[in-house]
């Protein structure tokens, strides 16, 4: 087992949030040094640690745990240590490594406790981008994953045909489908996948694919976005009536 470890230098603690640890369980050693020193140059508050067991993610951290990014080839060890894990570590967000050497099976966006995906291919300020996000609790799914589960789930667990829009919908959101309409209006109220997917009756993957729709047709970046734009639409929408 291997571990890199740094110290919090240079930036005052009452200036920058809590010290917080990020823990890379690579039996595979993907991560590079350089990946260790680009986290802890872009979020000085973290401390990066490599592991190459997940029975290693039990040992005793300096600092509360908030990432957890495992290996693909873990995934079965970590699912059945997931409730275990949870527990040592209760603020920790559990994802995937994503190398670009093999696909990722769609099987994750199913999953219960992970939460994303880290892509570590491509420009460094990327991938460091959605380390932020994880690090402030947001998920992260690449679209080519939602994609593939998308097929998949219109083979394996088809919707009824799409309806069109109902009629006294907002011109801007004429594009979107009945069921699209229905899922944006409740996350314009905050409401999670889970809780959605309850109210619709319909499974939490099929919803998750909805949002990325509504995301990808409306050109936002993200649900809050989404969110925002279904709000002012309709606002606006009802001044003019």
């Given at each position: 087992?291997?571990?890199?470890?740094?110290?919090?230098?240079?930036?005052?603690?009452?200036?920058?949030?809590?010290h917080?640890?990020?823990?890379?369980?690579?039996?595979?050693?993907?991560?590079?040094?350089?990946?260790?020193?680009?986290?802890?140059s872009?979020?000085?508050?973290t401390?990066?640690?490599r592991?190459?067991?997940?029975?290693?993610?039990?040992?005793?951290?300096?600092?509360i745990?908030?990432?957890?990014?495992?290996?693909?080839?873990?995934?079965?060890?970590?699912?059945?240590?997931a409730?275990?894990?949870?527990?040592?570590?209760?603020?920790?967000?559990?994802?995937?490594?994503?190398?670009?050497?093999?696909?990722?099976?769609?099987?994750?966006?199913?999953?219960?406790?992970?939460?994303g995906?880290?892509?570590?291919?491509?420009?460094?300020?990327?991938?460091?981008?959605?380390?932020?996000?994880?690090?402030?609790?947001?998920?992260?799914?690449?679209?080519?994953?939602?994609?593939?589960?998308?097929?998949?789930?219109?083979?394996?667990e088809?919707?009824?045909?799409?309806?069109?829009?109902?009629?006294?919908?907002?011109?801007?959101?004429?594009?979107?489908?009945?069921?699209?309409?229905?899922?944006?209006?409740?996350?314009?109220?905050?409401?999670?996948?889970?809780?959605?997917?309850?109210?619709?009756?319909?499974?939490?993957?099929?919803?998750?694919?909805?949002?990325?729709?509504?995301?990808?047709?409306?050109r936002?970046?993200?649900?809050?976005?989404?969110?925002?734009?279904?709000?002012?639409?309709?606002?606006?929408?009802?001044?003019?009536?």
């Amino acid at each position: 087992m291997f571990h890199t470890t740094a110290s919090f230098v240079g930036h005052g603690r009452a200036s920058a949030p809590s010290h917080r640890a990020v823990v890379f369980v690579d039996p595979v050693q993907s991560i590079a040094e350089r990946h260790v020193d680009a986290i802890e140059s872009a979020f000085p508050w973290t401390t990066v640690t490599r592991v190459e067991t997940v029975s290693a993610l039990f040992e005793s951290y300096c600092d509360i745990v908030a990432l957890i990014v495992v290996h693909p080839s873990l995934l079965g060890e970590v699912a059945k240590m997931a409730r275990e894990i949870g527990d040592r570590h209760p603020l920790a967000l559990i994802t995937v490594l994503d190398g670009g050497k093999d696909a990722l099976p769609c099987s994750i966006l199913s999953s219960r406790f992970i939460r994303g995906v880290l892509p570590l291919g491509g420009k460094s300020d990327l991938w460091l981008s959605v380390v932020g996000l994880m690090l402030r609790g947001g998920e992260y799914f690449p679209r080519d994953l939602l994609d593939s589960h998308r097929r998949e789930a219109e083979t394996v667990e088809p919707e009824a045909p799409a309806r069109p829009a109902r009629n006294g919908t907002p011109p801007a959101l004429a594009h979107l489908t009945a069921r699209e309409l229905e899922v944006l209006e409740l996350v314009s109220r905050g409401l999670q996948n889970k809780t959605i997917a309850n109210s619709l009756n319909l499974s939490e993957y099929t919803v998750k694919i909805h949002v990325h729709n509504v995301i990808s047709k409306l050109r936002t970046h993200n649900r809050t976005e989404a969110a925002a734009y279904y709000r002012d639409s309709t606002s606006a929408f009802a001044v003019q009536a």
